[in-house]
């Protein structure tokens, strides 16, 4: 009973932490795509040229096995191309530096031209077995989860080092300033500089994906079926929970001018475009 009351306290603490904060936001279903979409993981807008690159996984999420790609949709979520990046093995997180697309492939970190999709460099990651996460500073310094391996790599000009170690469940990443902020598991932490660790808040569920609003608030996805808005002192409010329908919720992009969320549904094999509405 002790055992079962020590992995259930977390949980049950974060809802009770949810259920004292009144509800101020809600999300608008604005479209979904076809269910045409390989397995999609993560979402990088692309503002200027009007698109979302969507990594897909299309295979087994840990196989050595080509099948991976990156696809291109509008905004508007019409498909534009499938087929923009190929080959790849099991991409998840997407970052961008310049021209340049950034993406997490189970052992190595992809560089493709964003201009023609083509796969330009890739940097392997020593002892890396599933990389996950990728997010990218106001430097150009990369940063890349490994959820197998509870590590932070940090990428500067080529040169790869670990940045943190032993983070359990370490998955979405978010790189503000000389910050990262981190979904290691329920906890929802930040990082300074020198890896110095804060946890914020804890979820009722293993986090995924993370993204500011732009006023000091993020919002958070369960890969179980789970979008939260986390305020900067840690206060949650559920927006959506699908895990009922089976309908997972990844790496999330989000626009901060027009409040928009871009979620993809992984094994829903659809992109899903939400309108964050603050009452």
Same mark, same amino acid.
């Given at each position: 009973m002790k055992k079962i009351l020590k992995c259930t306290l977390p949980a049950l603490m974060a809802l009770m932490v949810q259920g004292a904060f009144a509800q101020t936001h809600q999300l608008e279903k604005l479209w979904e795509t076809d269910t045409v979409?390989?397995?999609?993981?993560?979402?990088?807008p692309d503002f200027k040229k009007k698109v979302l690159y969507?990594?897909?996984?299309?295979?087994?999420?840990? +196989?050595?096995?080509?099948?991976? $790609?990156? +696809?291109?949709i509008g905004l508007d979520g019409k498909i534009i191309d499938l087929d923009f990046t190929t080959g790849l093995n099991s991409p998840k997180g997407l970052g961008r530096v310049g021209d340049q697309l950034y993406a997490a492939d189970l052992s190595e970190v992809v560089i493709i031209d964003i201009k023609t999709g083509k796969v330009v460099n890739k940097i392997p990651v020593d002892s890396a077995k599933m990389l996950n996460d990728i997010t990218v500073n106001s430097k150009g310094i990369v940063y890349v989860s490994d959820s197998k391996t509870k590590k932070i790599h940090r990428i500067d000009k080529g040169r790869v080092t670990t940045f943190l170690t032993n983070v359990n469940g370490v998955n979405g990443?978010? %790189? &503000?300033?000389?910050?990262?902020? &981190?979904?290691?598991?329920?906890?929802?932490?930040? %990082?300074?500089?020198? $890896? #110095?660790?804060?946890?914020?808040?804890?979820?009722?569920?293993?986090g995924d994906g993370l993204e500011p609003v732009g006023n000091g608030d993020f919002l958070i996805t369960c890969w179980s079926g789970h979008i939260f808005y986390v305020t900067a002192d840690g206060k949650i409010e559920?927006?959506?929970?699908?895990? %009922?329908?089976?309908?997972?919720? +990844?790496?999330?992009?989000?626009?901060?001018? #027009?409040h928009i969320?871009?979620?993809?549904?992984?094994?829903?094999k659809k992109v899903v475009a939400y309108k964050l509405i603050t009452r």
């Open positions: 979409v390989r397995i999609p993981e993560s979402v990088l969507v990594s897909e996984i299309e295979g087994n999420p840990s +196989a050595v096995d080509g099948k991976g $790609g990156v +696809a291109k990443l978010k %790189a &503000i300033n000389d910050d990262l902020y &981190i979904l290691g598991g329920p906890k929802f932490l930040k %990082a300074d500089s020198k $890896g #110095n660790l804060t946890q914020i808040t804890t979820l009722s569920c293993g559920t927006l959506l929970d699908s895990e %009922a329908q089976k309908l997972n919720t +990844a790496d999330l992009g989000y626009d901060t001018i #027009n969320l871009y979620v993809p549904t992984f094994f829903g």
